[in-house]
């Protein structure tokens, strides 16, 4: 199992305050929206969840799942325009 973060595309504001709090694995795409990174690092897990805990829309998330499960707000937009499209 691995520490994964997950974004919630609706709730997220886009102003990069996990960013901030966790440069090493938060960066910010052109409209400054969080492009998350595949798994969390052991090492980084308590600034993980500092970041989690501080997220003003709840949008970010900590879970717990297989490395090999979608990784980023990007896959996840491009999942919802599919989903729209249709
Ligand atoms: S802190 Fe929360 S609302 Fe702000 S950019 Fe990060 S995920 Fe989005």
Do not use: F
Not at 3 to 25: K, Q, V
Not at 31 to 47: K, T
Not at 58 to 83: E, P
């Amino acid at each position: 199992m691995t520490l994964r973060l997950t974004i919630d595309p609706i709730a997220c504001t886009g102003h990069g305050l996990c960013a901030d709090l966790l440069p090493e694995l938060i960066e910010l795409d052109e409209w400054g929206y969080p492009i998350l990174p595949g798994s969390v690092p052991a090492g980084l897990a308590a600034h993980a969840r500092r970041a989690v805990r501080a997220c003003p829309t709840l949008a970010l998330r900590l879970t717990r799942g297989r490395a090999d499960q979608g990784s980023s707000r990007r896959a996840d937009q491009d999942s919802s325009r599919k989903a729209s499209q249709h």
